[in-house]
């Protein structure tokens, strides 16, 4: 015979238990979710190395002036092509077409290219040249391949751990774009 003291103990028992068991199972799907971000967040830093590498290769290649030290001048006096928007880049009046292009158009191109390349492969993408000086004949210059991740990234702060460039207008800088620096000598 049972207890009457006892009825629906064990329905009381396994509620707690599913309580207890929901609790500890929180965490892990809050850490999993963040798991499966993080490659694409990789995958994005990764691909503007990438970017970086070959801008700063096509700068090399096109010696624009005969002056190693000025062969940056012509780069850094483009403007950003970041603005925070998913908008394709516009195509400058003239493009030359290979093999007839000569050393000052081929920075058209390169640039454009470049910054047609950073805005289809990065959200947002864009690209900003810098020389230390205000002639560029020291030949050292800083590049940012900029992007603005997804909303659902939010929680990794950029501001925090990022090398923005300052001054960077936009209209709306909230959130703030990934930034990734390299400082390089042509």
């Known amino acids: 015979m049972k207890n009457h003291s006892q009825i629906g103990t064990s329905l009381i028992e396994v509620l707690v238990t599913m309580l207890i068991l929901s609790l500890g199972v929180l965490p892990l799907v ?11 967040l990789a995958g994005y830093r990764a691909t503007a190395v990438n970017l970086s590498t070959n ?3 096509r700068m090399r290649a096109n010696p624009v002036d005969s002056d190693d030290a000025n062969r940056l001048l012509p780069y850094s006096e483009i403007d950003s092509s970041y603005d925070g928007t998913p908008d394709d880049i516009v195509s400058p009046s003239e493009l030359c077409d290979y093999p007839s292009c000569r050393s000052d158009t081929m920075v058209t191109r ?7 390349a950073a805005r289809r492969e990065l959200p947002a993408g864009g690209i900003v040249v810098s020389c230390d000086d205000s002639n560029c004949s020291n030949g050292f210059g800083n590049l940012w391949i900029m992007w603005q991740e997804p909303d659902t990234f939010a929680a990794l702060n950029p501001s925090s751990s990022d090398n923005c460039p300052t001054g960077l207008a936009l209209a709306d800088n909230d959130p703030k774009p990934r930034c990734l620096y390299v400082r390089f000598k042509l």
């Open 30 to 40: 809050a850490m999993m979710t963040f798991s499966v971000q993080m490659p694409k």
């Open 55 to 57: 801008y700063i290769e």
């Open 110 to 116: 390169d640039v454009y290219e470049m910054q047609v």
